[in-house]
Structures are given as C-alpha cells and as structure tokens.
C-alpha cells in the first residue's frame, strides 16, 4: 500500500499549481481551469483520507465536490460568454467596471 | 513494488500536464493537458481503492466539464488569443506567494506525516456502498444539490442568451 501522505503531498503540489494559475494568468478561462485544478486536488485529499480512516464519508463529499463543481463550471463559462458579448476580451483586467 | 512504478508515472504526468496547464498560453493546450490531469487523477483513486470514484472522475470531469470548457473556447474563438506577458512586478509577487504557499503546506504534511502504510482493510467503496449511504445519511444534501444543479442550468441560460430578458422586458415597456 501507498503511503496516504505521499497522495496528500501530490494534492498539495497540484493545489500550489492551481493557485499560481489563478494568480499570474489573466485570460478568464484559464483561471477556470486552474480552479478545477485546485478542486481536483482537494478531491484528491478527501479520498486519500477516506481511505486512511477507511470512511466513506470522505467519498460523499467528493461527490458533491463533483456536482458543485459542475454547476459552478456551468454559470462561470455563461458569466464569461456573457462578458465576451459586452467586452470582445475575456482577460479579467478588462473587466473593469467594478474597479474601484 | 508495480504499485509504486504507477504511482509515480501517473504523479508525475499529472504535475507536469498540470503545469503546461497553468504556464500554456494557448487555452486549447491547457483544456486538453487539463483531461490528461484529470485521467491520471483517476488512475489514483483505483490506487486509492476507489474505482467508482475514479469512473466518476473520468465521466463528470473528462467528459462533462471538460466539453463544457472547450465548447466555450470554440464559441469564442479562442485559440489564437494569446496573452502578451506584462505586469512583472504582478507576476512575480503571484510566483513568489504560489511557491511559498506549496513549500509551506509540503513542510507541514511531511512534519506531520501520516506514514503508517495501510488503512484498515474493510474499507469498500463500491457503487453499492456508495448507493446506501447517500440515499440513507446523505439524502438531504443530495436533493439539495439535484437543487442546485437545477438553479444552475437557469442561470446559465439566463447569463448566456443574446438579449437579457430584462431588456427585453424594459424595451416592451418603452413601446
């Protein structure tokens, strides 16, 4: 059997990943994608513990996780859509209005 | 010993697809590196004794969302929209937060490292185990996300027609 913590450390790796996509990109939909990255790695975390206690707790949440994730997935692409409408661009410092 | 070898060759796929999908300026390159990810992410929920997760995984993520994003590229026309590199100081400061962020968590999972190989052994996740408990002591969130994935398909209409119905609406009223 694998170590559990070698499975948390690579959730933590893709995690890290997720958050320096969503830092330094601007193209929205790339941001996106960094977001399923980091929901992935938690999924990642939630399973590996499942195990770990041998729980199947940890796999319900990952199924929300899922559905959540879908219906988040569904809205921002429409909210991206939506901005392409008004702006022509996608980049998310375009997308200004709201700027202080 | 052959867990191990596919352990590591699918970790390290999914790092580096996960990293061409964050460093690719392409975002067609990124949502197909991102279905590579998601695949080997699969591949360690089998290692993890969770193969219906792992079907789960290949069906929602690499199936689904994965037509969803590319779909939205495609409407868009996006592939050949390239962000030109700006903001140094910007790019930095995300580098620097994104490093220290994954070099602080990796420190404290191997401090505090949970090393005792294998769980307990009864731990089943087939469909049938998943089935049970979600329609007895889950059944509450489940509806309640049947809810919300319902609230979620309207307002993904509503965001993306041509002309908002409250325009519609207010030009009715001009007229």
């Given at each position: 059997m694998i170590p559990t913590s070698w499975f948390l450390i690579l959730g933590a790796i893709l995690f890290s990943?997720?958050?320096?996509?969503?830092?330094?990109?601007?193209?929205?939909?790339?941001?996106f994608m960094s977001i399923e990255l980091m929901v992935n790695a938690v999924n990642l975390t939630f399973i590996a513990y499942a195990r770990e206690l041998g729980s199947l707790h940890g796999l319900m949440w990952v199924f929300f996780i899922m559905a959540v994730a879908a219906a988040e997935a569904a809205v921002g692409l429409a909210i991206f859509i939506a901005l392409y409408r008004h702006r022509e661009?996608?980049?998310?410092?375009e997308a200004n209005l709201m700027h202080w | 010993?052959?867990?191990?070898?596919?352990f590591f060759t699918f970790a390290a796929i999914a790092v580096i697809f996960s990293a061409i999908v964050v460093i690719h300026r392409n975002p067609v390159v990124s949502a197909l590196a991102l279905v590579v990810s998601f695949f080997s992410l699969a591949v360690m929920y089998v290692l993890l004794d969770a193969p219906f997760m792992a079907a789960l995984q290949v069906i929602v993520y690499a199936g689904a969302i994965m037509v969803l994003f590319l779909f939205v590229i495609m409407l868009l026309n996006?592939?050949?929209?390239?962000?030109?590199?700006?903001?140094?100081?910007?790019?930095?400061?995300?580098?620097?937060?994104?490093?220290?962020f994954a070099i602080t968590i990796?420190?404290?999972?191997?401090k505090a490292a949970v090393l005792h190989t294998g769980g307990p052994a009864e731990f089943v996740s087939d469909a049938r185990a998943i089935g049970v408990s979600m329609f007895e002591a889950y059944i509450f969130p489940f509806e309640a996300v049947s809810i919300l994935l319902?609230?979620?398909?309207?307002?993904?209409?509503?965001?993306?027609?041509?002309?908002?119905?409250?325009?519609?609406?207010k030009d009715g009223g001009a007229r």
């Open positions: 990943l997720g958050v320096l996509g969503v830092l330094t990109r601007r193209n929205g939909i790339t941001i661009t996608i980049d998310v410092d | 010993m052959f867990e191990y070898l596919i996006l592939a050949h929209t390239e962000e030109p590199i700006t903001r140094p100081i910007q790019q930095f400061l995300g580098i620097t937060a994104a490093a220290s990796i420190y404290y999972l191997c319902l609230a979620a398909i309207v307002g993904a209409l509503i965001l993306s027609q041509r002309t908002s119905a409250i325009t519609e609406a």
